[in-house]
């Protein structure tokens, strides 16, 4: 599967229909940018069951700083709606398969259960 170009517009449907989403964020003027795009793409074809996204931070700046991006590349995974890596840096293939295989083994109940407490206790503070 090839990347996918992430953008406001097509951000909320994206992560809604898909339960596992990669997201690179870059700017065509980045040279590790440049580096880690082979790396990603070809990661893109060996993970079917994964979307991979990109986000062009200089054409979506709104959604670059909804992530709080200040360095790029920096890649973000999204599971079941839910932020649960976000790094910047250009990653080596074997980093990035690293970062994938341990994104799969997140167990998501325990990450929705520490999400709900979190609120309840921000509430609670509110």
């Known amino acids: 599967m090839s990347t996918v170009e992430l953008t406001a517009a097509n951000f909320d449907q994206t992560v809604t229909d898909n339960e596992f989403v990669l997201i690179d964020f870059w700017a065509s003027w980045c040279g590790p940018c440049r580096q880690f795009a ?3 793409e070809k990661a893109s074809e060996e993970h079917g069951d994964i979307v991979f996204s990109k986000v062009d931070t200089e ?3 709104q959604l670059a700083a909804a992530f709080d991006i200040r360095s790029i590349p920096t890649l973000a ?8 890596y976000s790094q910047p840096g250009a990653l080596p293939e074997a980093a990035l ?3 994938i295989r341990q994104a799969r083994e997140v167990d998501m109940d325990e990450v929705r259960k520490a999400v709900e407490a979190e609120q309840s206790t921000q509430a609670t503070q509110d």
Do not use: C, F, G, S
């Open 38 to 40: 082979p790396v990603y």
């Open 97 to 99: 398969q690293d970062v």
């Open 77 to 84: 995974v999204i599971r079941d709606k839910t932020l649960i």
């Open 59 to 61: 054409a979506e700046q």
